[in-house]
């Protein structure tokens, strides 16, 4: 992956691959840093898909209120200063650097990973800068996730579908009590489906005074007219709001904005016309975000075969025809969302990228020739893309998106 200012991911290079799930590190070197009771209030979101988005709505909404944000996210695309947002900004690059040298004994003397290293660093920031509210975004499950030492006022939990199996578990209930494991009793948590295995496992795992389920306790039905989406009514006991233009593309974004409106209602009094302003001011990098409109070039993170199909099967019913442009992690199921693929289009361009995780192109022009694309078009890296004279779509890898914006950023300079 070409990358740009890896100021802490330098740092970490070659020695961060080994994950053994416990709070016990990052918890000491929360305490150790005097970190332990944040002055703000934090907002948890996890879940397979949407959990970006859904931090992305929440933020613009607190925001919008009038409010200092901080936003931690995860992964980045190609920036690693992406990661830590105040007020929808990145972190300028020096205070990053002030963070690391600050920080790094702390990070060798807990021998902190690097995901946990950017959760301290998030903390430390956000504190500094005397937020009002900071929004969290689980890296991955949530049981034993660094993000837990944000100490949530309220959680979500968008969805749970399948993703990172090695670690999360292969059955559907093993992965919902993972991700179920940000809640704490006590405070409320919102369930983005009231669909097996979240909600059964969630009344199994949480004080039902403490569920905000989705088609339950608030409804929100919506549509999709070319590339607008439209939340066309959000209804509950706690705030009601229609007609609202959302700024991120696609069916599912109706319930990841449902989500974080019920999310924010949770610890702000929300006001509809400033809701409905940060709604369709909402903007979130690589989710069916237009690089260029003639022709058109569209990137998206969807990156295992749930979000894939999500995205296909919204194109094709909202007749928007792209071909796509795809890679693979070895380490993921993209032969599953490369047949989804198959069904949006009879042609596929095909991309290495540069990361040791990257799957072989001959592998992936294999494997396309065997679902039987009439067209497999290799390409020789990213910034090939920017020279096909068709509509088309770039998805498959986070590496993938990050190494075309970097590509688009040195056009630009």
Known sequence: MMVKDQILY?????????????????????????????????????????????????????????????????????????????????????????????????????????????????????????????????????????TRTCRPSACAITNVQRDHVKWLGKSPEERAYEKLGIYVPGRPIVIGSPKEPLYPKALELCDLKDLIVAGMDFFAYGKVEGMQTYLESFRSDFFSISSAKLGLWGKWQIDNASVAIALVSQVIKLNEDKTRKALEETRWEGRIEILRKNPLLIIDGAHNPDGVKRVVHQLIKHGIKLTPVFTGLKDKEWRES????????????????????????????????????????????????????????VLGSLYLLGEVKKCLEEKRE
């Open 338 to 393: 490369m047949a989804f693929l198959r069904k949006l289009s009879e042609k596929i361009y095909l991309v290495p990228i540069n990361h040791h995780r990257g799957e072989e192109l001959s592998e992936l022009i294999q494997h396309a020739q065997r679902l039987n694309f009439r067209e497999v078009v290799p390409l020789s890296s990213a910034r090939d893309v920017f020279g096909l004279k068709e509509d088309v779509l």
């Open 10 to 146: 330098e740092l970490y290079k070659g020695k961060d691959y080994h994950i053994e799930p416990t709070l016990e590190r990052i918890e000491r070197a929360v305490e150790y840093v005097g970190l332990k009771k944040p002055s703000y209030v934090s907002l948890l979101v996890g879940g397979t898909n949407g959990k970006g988005s859904t931090c992305a709505f929440a933020e613009r909404i607190l925001r919008e209120h009038g409010y200092k944000t901080g936003w931690f996210v995860s992964p980045h695309l190609y920036d690693e200063k992406e990661r830590w947002r105040l007020n929808g900004q990145k972190m300028e690059e020096e205070r990053l650097k002030e963070y690391v040298k600050e920080l790094k004994g702390v990070f060798e003397r807990f021998n902190l990973t690097y995901f946990e290293a950017c959760t301290l660093i998030a903390l430390k920031f956000f504190e500094d800068e005397k937020v009002d509210f900071a929004v969290f975004e689980v890296g991955m499950g949530g049981r034993w996730d660094a």
